[in-house]
């Protein structure tokens, strides 16, 4: 099993070009996460998703869309990058063991992504 | 919403030494508080968690203690290693919401041989 993978590793973006981040999983969970991680700030949620079909805000959706039109791919798009969105993107995902949400989520290995 | 707050930002420790991360959160209906450890340029990963229905946990070097009256809980790591150096993340969830977390702002270890 190949876990949480993320494509692309790296990326650099000029303020104002789009791209869609790719987050995979095979470990049928239900529940997938978008994250940025910014030094000193943690990890902030910026989508999420319950199931194949559903999206929702996180804490910092502003300037990101996300779609999972398939249970095993979660996607974050940038329709028009800013440097403030310059950071490091951490793709996760959980499973429903008990039907409460509370488990374990295993992180992807992580998308560099610059803005000039 | 839930803010989860963690102090000290960096931690110097000598080998052999323990450690301690604390962490308080604002929700009193949060109800799980995993710990991920994340080593330079690597991916977050759980270390230990713990349920609001435990106090304390221990998993060999690890502990998690839990006061949901203060609403805080710490990271106890007993006998560092220079392994142990990493950023380590608290987090706390009410379960809702597909169990999204709350992370802290994180701690950097550094373990001295």
């Known amino acids: 099993n190949a876990g949480v993978t993320q494509t692309p590793k790296f990326r650099v973006l000029k303020t104002g070009q789009s791209m869609t981040l790719l987050c995979a999983q095979d470990m049928n969970h239900e529940y997938m996460y978008w994250y940025r991680q910014d030094p000193g700030m943690g990890l902030r949620l910026i989508h999420y998703s319950v199931g194949e079909g559903t999206t929702a805000k996180g804490e910092v959706p502003d300037g990101y869309n996300v779609s999972r039109l398939k249970k095993q791919n979660f996607l974050l798009g940038l329709e028009s990058a800013a440097p403030s969105q310059t950071s490091v993107y951490f793709c996760?995902?959980?499973?429903?063991?008990?039907?409460?949400?509370?488990?374990?989520?295993?992180f992807g290995p992580g998308t560099r992504l610059t803005v000039l | 919403g839930e803010n989860v707050e963690q102090h000290p930002s960096t931690l110097s420790v000598q080998e052999g030494d323990s450690a301690v991360i604390k962490c308080t959160y604002s929700?009193?209906?949060?109800?799980?508080f995993p710990w991920y450890k994340q080593e330079l340029g690597k991916r977050p990963q759980l270390i230990i968690d713990?349920?609001?229905?435990?106090g304390e946990k221990k998993d060999q070097r690890i502990a998690v203690t839990l006061n949901k009256t203060a609403k805080h809980f710490s990271l106890h790591i007993t006998e560092t290693q220079p392994e142990d150096s990493a950023v380590y993340f608290c987090a706390a969830s009410t379960g809702n919401q597909g169990g999204k977390l709350i992370f802290g702002q994180g701690t950097e270890l550094s373990v001295k041989p």
């Open positions: 713990i349920r609001s229905n435990v």
């Open positions: 996760a995902s959980s499973p429903d063991l008990a039907g409460i949400g509370n488990n374990e989520q295993f």
């Open positions: 929700d009193s209906a949060s109800n799980y």
